[in-house]
């Protein structure tokens, strides 16, 4: 098995590579420095959002970004607030984006 990144680290790296993407984000909570969860919630600007967490593959091991909730904004931002209340180490990353870019499907950002 591959070591993981801290998810410290992988958030302030995410957040370099949409800086250099010219993509607003912001971190909306922070999460344990070490192994707290990521949530990435991509809001389109137009009263939706996208909100996306890893998933791992229990027969291959791969990880891959899955939508976890999608609608309304009010929705999503409800949905990650009882994530949070269930998970306190859960970092919430906030995309803005009209066209849904949010480069997790770039080659590294599963792990």
């Given amino acids: 098995m591959a070591a993981r990144l801290a998810s410290g680290f992988w958030v302030r790296a995410y957040l370099a590579r949409l800086e250099a993407a010219h993509i607003p984000a912001y971190v909306i909570a922070r999460g344990d420095?070490?192994?707290?969860?990521?949530?990435?919630?991509?809001?389109?600007?137009?009263g939706?959002?996208?909100a996306y967490?890893?998933?791992?593959?229990?027969?291959?091991?791969a990880r891959a970004w899955v939508v976890s909730v999608?609608?309304?904004?009010?929705?999503?931002?409800?949905?990650?607030?009882r994530a949070r209340s269930r998970d306190p180490d859960l970092w919430?990353?906030?995309?803005?984006?009209?066209?849904?870019?949010?480069?997790?499907?770039?080659?590294?950002?599963?792990d």
């Fill in 70 to 81: 999608t609608g309304p904004e009010p929705e999503v931002d409800a949905a990650l607030a």
């Fill in 53 to 61: 967490e890893r998933s791992l593959d229990l027969m291959t091991g």
């Fill in 33 to 46: 420095e070490t192994a707290g969860a990521v949530a990435v919630k991509c809001a389109t600007l137009d």
């Fill in 48 to 50: 939706r959002a996208t």
């Fill in 92 to 110: 919430v990353i906030e995309v803005e984006s009209r066209d849904g870019r949010t480069l997790l499907d770039e080659p590294g950002l599963a």
